[in-house]
């Protein structure tokens, strides 16, 4: 892979980032809003709950978490979408960037953008509730290195989804975390779901992450060997996603997509 | 003696069908280093889709594309790393700047130098004053100049120019004719042109090719072969080959 073309993709991006602060804005208010309103509610509830329950890091850092792998997912598909947006797909793929450059170069945003927001989000919910992430201890980094690649996982599967099918399918991407989180037990144990609602979520990496968290905050040993298992499948996903990418990008160039893509033409 | 280099495109039994249409039917064709190229013919002839797979954006039917003896096929990175090209119908990225857009596009094209390069273009292009400007907002005109002074960031061996003088006043586009027969002259560069612009066509290219169905139905020197083939003018020999066109169209 050339660092001299999957460089390119990510200056784009950094160009636009740095010209529009209505793209830097999204990336801070949404973690803003979600700790403000989480932060409340479970100040509340341990007003009213028995004293030896701090929900805290249990339900403010829940969604803190998995406002990290809509972010990740965000970071990928935003990406993307500014080729889109732009209709640039010519310009892009009539050139010796090679596809896994291409996808690098997504992910590589991914990853800044999301890394924006993490630190927002540990800074804030430090200062306005004082939720540290310290709380999950070791088992942090195996907790967001899983989300991260099923956020990576979920915004290259995403953005295979609207170069086959349209611009216009790009709101079929964003519920995606929406539709996704009540099987991921981001709130509540995963035993609590119907059997077949359960099924799902042991397919699902998220909810080892979860499941995790709460063992942590409940004073128990992080469950190691069910963390694994969710990396095991975020990178399975990862995987099947980029091959899905492939193929979707293979089909359009078989097909001519790439060089008609447009919202009239598609949508 | 050293052994004659390759053409900087050859262009082997190319075909492209879309069901039962076949868009390109069995094309060859070579352009040498030193030669402008025009590719004729009425919308819809092929001239596109011909363009597009020799960028490596549409997968051919069957048949061979080599660029610079690269074979686009086995090494699609390789090949495109010394082709560009500039059409109409794709701007670059009006939210970036005209100097952001060159930089980008350098990179991708891992230009050497690429900063004294940029200078460069733009200054052929007259485009140094617009470098903070984001390329959306500029004239139809500067944006055509933007994407040529992109088209030549990396000096390609073969350049792909998709009616690059559409949208330019007469002056900037004698210009530009002039600018891309410089580049040409010097032997390094074959460039391969679509126009609709036949007076352009006649001044520009050394060599046509007429498309009609998605095969190439004539070929030879613009300024000889209307006479050849019993016109006045190329524009005659266009015209006459689109009616052909049309009535073969609604035979069929």
């Known amino acids: 892979m ?20 209505q793209r830097v804005f999204p990336i801070f208010i949404w973690v803003a809003v979600d700790v403000l309103l989480w932060g409340f509610l479970t100040r509340y509830l341990n007003s009213v709950a028995r004293a030896e329950v701090n929900f805290v890091p249990a339900l403010l850092g829940a969604v803190l978490l998995w406002d990290f792998l809509t972010r990740v997912m965000q970071g990928v598909t935003m990406a993307f979408f500014e080729d889109v947006w732009t209709r640039n797909f010519l310009n892009v793929f009539a050139t010796p960037l090679r596809t896994s450059e291409y996808l690098t170069g997504l992910v590589l945003t991914g990853v800044g953008t999301s890394l924006l927001s993490l630190i927002a989000m540990v800074a804030f919910a430090r200062l306005a ?22 956020g990576i996982a979920f915004g290259v599967a995403a953005a295979a989804l609207v170069l086959r099918l349209g611009p216009a399918s790009e709101w079929l991407v964003w519920p995606i975390p929406m539709i996704v989180s009540p099987f991921a037990g981001v709130f509540y144990p995963v035993t609590i779901l119907p059997g077949w609602m359960q099924a799902v979520a042991a397919l699902l990496p998220p909810s080892y992450v979860f499941e995790g968290m709460r063992a942590v905050v409940a004073g128990e040993p992080a469950p190691w060997d069910r963390l694994v298992l969710g990396g095991g499948l975020a990178i399975i996903y990862l995987v099947l996603a980029c091959l899905f990418f492939m193929s979707v990008y293979r089909t359009a160039i078989r097909t001519g997509l790439i060089a008609r893509y447009s919202a009239e033409t598609l949508s | 003696m050293s052994p004659p280099s390759p ?11 879309f069901g039962t249409l076949k868009a390109v039917d069995d094309v ?16 819809g002839a092929g001239k596109t889709t011909t363009i597009n797979m020799i960028l490596g954006v549409l997968e051919p039917t069957a048949g061979r594309i ?16 010394c082709t560009n090209f500039a059409a109409v119908y794709a701007p670059l990225p009006g939210n970036l700047t005209v100097e952001q857009n060159l930089r980008v596009f350098g990179m991708i094209y891992a230009v050497e130098n690429l900063t004294k390069r940029i200078e460069e ?15 959306g907002v500029l004239s139809s005109g500067e944006q055509t100049r933007l994407g040529l002074a992109k088209a030549m960031l990396n000096r390609p061996r073969l350049l792909l120019l998709d009616e690059p003088t559409a949208s330019i006043d007469p002056s900037a586009a004698r210009d530009i004719r002039a600018g891309i027969a410089e580049v040409v002259e010097s032997g390094r560069c074959g460039v391969l042109w679509t126009s609709h612009n036949m007076v352009e066509v006649e001044a520009v290219c050394d060599r046509v090719l007429f498309l009609s169905h998605g095969r190439i139905v004539l070929e030879g020197d613009p300024k000889t072969l209307p006479q050849l083939h019993g016109a006045e003018t190329l524009d005659d020999l266009f015209v006459s080959v689109a009616h052909e066109t049309l009535d073969e169209g609604r035979r069929r």
Not at chain 2, 7 to 17: C, D, G, M, Q, T
Not at chain 2, 31 to 43: F, K, M
């Open chain 1, 129 to 150: 509730f004082g939720l540290s992430f310290l709380t999950y201890g070791v088992a942090l980094a195996p907790f967001l290195s899983v989300l991260f690649l099923t």
């Open chain 2, 7 to 17: 053409p900087v495109l050859a262009v082997e039994r190319l075909a492209k069908s």
């Open chain 2, 28 to 43: 060859s064709f070579q352009v040498s280093a030193g030669e402008i190229v025009g590719l004729l013919g009425p919308n």
């Open chain 2, 121 to 135: 273009v733009m200054a052929i292009y007259d485009l140094s004053h617009f470098r903070r400007t984001k390329a």
């Open chain 2, 66 to 81: 080599a660029i610079q003896g690269v074979d686009l096929r086995a090494d699609r990175s390789a090949a495109l790393s």
């Open chain 1, 2 to 21: 050339n660092r001299s073309r999957i460089a390119a993709i990510v200056l784009r991006i950094l160009y636009l980032y740095r010209g529009s602060p």
